[in-house]
Nanobody, 126 residues
Framework: QVQPAESGGGLVQAGGSLRLSCAASDGTFSYSVMGWFRQAPGKEREFVAGISWIGGSTNYADSVKGRFTISRDYVKNTVYLQMNSLKSEDTALYYC???????????????????WGQGTQVTVSS
């Protein structure tokens, strides 16, 4: 089974930026919604951002609107999450996920995503 593979996490100071990448080995997810979720210690996994394959429509959690931007490159089979103005509360393990092909609208629930990466840690120091 193909899994998305995240990269780009790390340690950054508050106010800084990071760009996460999520790659698939081939075009498996070309017709899937791609999403980013995060989970901090002791908290539930939460939706961060998602992007559809139809018209590039996107959706964001209120907590990251105006700071994070999701995008996808179909040539490179890669989805990006540009994170700016990072805050300590953004510290979490970030997961990339994909729906089954054909889903058009970005789901907010993690149960709607069938393929998950291993996660990449983002730590924001205050």
């Amino acid at each position: 089974q193909v899994q998305p593979a995240e990269s780009g996490g790390g340690l950054v100071q508050a106010g800084g930026s990071l760009r996460l990448s999520c790659a698939a080995s081939d075009g498996t997810f070309s017709y899937s919604v791609m999403g980013w979720f995060r989970q901090a210690p002791g908290k539930e996994r939460e939706f961060v951002a998602g992007i559809s394959w139809i018209g590039g429509s996107t959706n964001y959690a209120d907590s990251v609107k105006g700071r994070f931007t999701i995008s996808r490159d179909y040539v490179k089979n890669t989805v990006y999450l540009q994170m700016n103005s990072l805050k300590s509360e953004d510290t979490a393990l970030y997961y990339c996920a994909a729906t089954k092909p054909g889903v058009r609208i970005v789901p907010l629930s993690f149960s709607a995503y069938d393929y998950w990466g291993q996660g990449t840690q983002v730590t924001v120091s205050s």
